[in-house]
């Protein structure tokens, strides 16, 4: 968690996103009058819909509380689309907390194990969490609209 020095009485509210000059920081979890806590992209229980850009492939990164802070995994990417060390993940248009396009990190390495559809990538955060010391809050003005038709859709599928 980061605890930042604006609350609601700047305009900050619970579910804002977090980001840095160099990428995606985070969630505000709670607020008071002048305070806020964000939870991490390098939290667990935290997952970002990403894309990489050169593909146009869509997956959720998350952090697997390895020991490297600076590493997350991107699962959900087909075996079969193009991968190259150093492709850029960004946040995608699936996404109701960010913007799309949002630096997430860059492919550092990956792999598929002969059985599975799937390739386990590691990517290098953009956001180098020992260096972080300003960040921008994100509010998506129209993020109930957007959440009540996605789930609207999801329930039709039921």
């Known amino acids: 968690y ?4 604006k609350g609601y009485a700047d305009g900050v509210k619970v579910g804002m996103g977090v980001i840095s000059s160099t990428g995606v920081v985070g969630k505000v979890k ?19 819909s990403t894309k990489l850009l050169r593909s ?22 087909s075996r079969y689309k193009p991968i190259s060390k150093g492709d850029t993940a960004v946040t995608s248009d699936y996404n109701a907390v960010f913007p799309p396009g949002v630096p997430v ?19 290098q955060l953009a956001t180098d969490f020992s260096k972080v010391s300003y960040v921008y809050l994100v509010d998506n003005k129209l993020s ?14 039921k």
């Open 30 to 48: 709670s607020c008071n009058e002048h305070f806020s806590v964000i939870t991490s992209i390098l939290h667990s229980q935290y997952m970002i």
């Open 144 to 157: 109930d609209q957007q959440q009540s038709l996605q789930e609207s859709l999801i329930n039709k599928r």
């Open 56 to 77: 146009g492939e869509n997956g959720n990164a998350e952090w697997e509380n390895n020991s490297n802070p600076s590493i997350i995994q991107l699962k959900d990417i």
């Open 105 to 123: 990190g860059y492919v550092k390495s990956f792999k598929v194990a002969p059985d599975q559809a799937f390739f386990e990538i590691d990517l």
């Open 2 to 5: 980061l605890t930042i020095d």
